[in-house]
């Protein structure tokens, strides 16, 4: 009857430790995937008054913003998002 019962206890303790690292893998797999997600974001600054800004839109991968000056000119700025260049600048009334 002893030996049954240590073989149980054995079992379980070895399904334990199993379980124990499974998890422990996971979470150092899931934590070094959120680190990687967070270093690859970047921050965009523009050196405009918000007042200015008549619209924006994201669409793919750009970022078209719609400016409006003093003067009314008009224009629209497209940003490439993966690597935050401005790509394009098309001015509307000139």
Do not use: C, R
């Not at 680190?35 to 793919?60: A, P």
């Amino acid at each position: 009857m002893i030996k049954p019962l240590k073989i149980i206890v054995i079992t379980l303790g070895l399904l334990i430790i199993i379980a124990s690292t499974i998890i422990i893998i996971a979470l150092f797999d899931k934590f070094k995937k959120k680190q990687i997600e967070t270093s690859d974001k970047t921050t965009i600054y523009l050196n405009v008054n918000k007042d200015h800004i008549v619209s924006s839109s994201v669409e793919d991968k750009y970022l078209y913003i719609h400016l409006k000056d003093e003067n009314g000119d008009q224009k629209i700025k497209v940003f490439d998002i993966n690597n935050s260049n401005l790509t394009k600048e098309i001015y509307l009334n000139k």
